[in-house]
């Protein structure tokens, strides 16, 4: 599904207690130079009652391979791009095709086991409840502790765990918006291609187009692509 290899090494690591107990899973990148690999932390406060029978290969399609340490490591190691490139971000862009990613569980073999095929689905559910907190916090139409209501009362979440997420969206508007924003133009590219193309369509052209020039704003990515599939008809 993929024809590109990086070469940027990849770790996972427990969020430093520190700051863990406001910390979501995230993904830090490495350097091209290779001197620091792209690690994945997850935050841990009790590994007693850590969960990860549900939702670890959705996380990791999104966070590592083939999303954002696959796509990030691309990006920053083309030495055809301009500095600036090899290092800008979209959140439309870099996020949306994380979210892509996750999408791709089944046709990558995974989701076989029915509780991380849920913990997919609860994933879904968590980005269509942050839809509605992000516009809403951010047009006054719902305050923090609003926000931390809604999220405990419509999935399967703490209020500490809900707390730490409604505050990474209060620092930073229309995030979740973007994941989504994102992965609807993704998805809806493939598809364009796929029914233009017919037999001459394979998916790893696709996503090896996609990711050959790095993170773009998503109208240019749009005409990037539909040249690509003019060249391939």
Not at 73 to 99: D, H, T, V
Not at 102 to 118: A, F, I, R
Request: charged content about 20%; proline content about 3%; aromatic content about 12%.
């Amino acid at each position: 599904m993929f024809g590109r290899v990086r070469k940027t090494k990849f770790e996972i690591r427990q969020t430093e207690a520190f700051r863990a107990a406001s910390a979501s899973a995230e993904y830090y990148p490495g350097l091209a130079n290779g001197t620091r690999p792209g690690i994945f932390y997850i935050p841990i406060l009790d590994a007693t009652k850590f969960n990860t029978t549900s939702g670890m290969e959705s996380l990791f399609l999104h966070e590592a391979i083939p999303g954002h340490h696959y796509q990030g490591s691309l990006q920053a190691e083309n030495a055809a791009l301009p500095k600036f490139r090899q290092f800008i971000w979209y959140g439309a862009y870099g996020e949306g095709y994380a979210l892509y990613c996750e999408s791709l569980g089944k046709e990558l073999g995974l989701y076989t086991d029915p509780y991380q095929h849920m913990g997919a689905l609860g994933d879904e559910i968590h980005r269509a409840i942050r839809l509605v907190i992000d516009v809403a916090m951010h047009t006054g139409k719902m305050s923090r502790e609003q926000a931390i209501q809604y999220m405990t009362a419509n999935e399967a979440i703490s209020t500490e765990g809900a707390t730490a997420e409604i505050e990474r969206y209060m620092a930073y508007p229309g995030q979740a918006l973007s994941y989504k924003t994102g992965a609807l133009k993704i998805s809806a590219l493939r598809a364009k291609y796929a029914s233009q193309l017919g037999e001459k369509f394979k998916l790893a052209n696709f996503h090896d187009e996609l990711l050959k020039d790095g993170c773009l704003p998503l109208d240019l990515l749009e005409k990037k692509m539909d040249n690509w599939s003019k060249q391939q008809q």
